[in-house]
């Protein structure tokens, strides 16, 4: 069984992620394997917030090549989580913009 913490591995910082904050859109990388349900869970468990709505997209790996040897890096999933007009906001982001 997965916790809470397997589920959402790290914020995205971006400008673009950051723009976002305002209309409390928050940017979470989640494992690869986990659906909707378990990311509203986990961000509701982690920082006691209400999840109006979640968003995913999984991110290809790109194409990389040093030399003559070539590989890709690896695939990502991003979810857009936007929380209630009643929730508080989520403290990581705060100081950031």
């Given at each position: 069984m997965k916790t809470a913490y397997d589920v959402i591995l790290r914020?995205?910082?971006t400008?673009?992620?950051m723009a976002g904050i305002a209309d409390k859109k928050y940017v979470f990388e989640v494992a690869t394997d986990s659906n909707k349900v378990e990311?509203?869970?986990a961000i509701e468990e982690i920082f006691k917030v209400k999840v109006l709505s979640v968003n995913t997209i999984n991110v290809r790996g790109k194409e990389k090549r040093?030399?003559?040897h070539t590989g890709c890096?690896?695939?990502k999933k991003k979810a857009i989580v936007r929380l209630t007009e009643d929730s508080k906001g989520i403290e990581i982001f705060e100081?950031?913009?």
């Open positions: 914020p995205v910082i400008e673009k992620s990311i509203r869970k040093v030399g003559v890096t690896a695939k100081g950031m913009f």
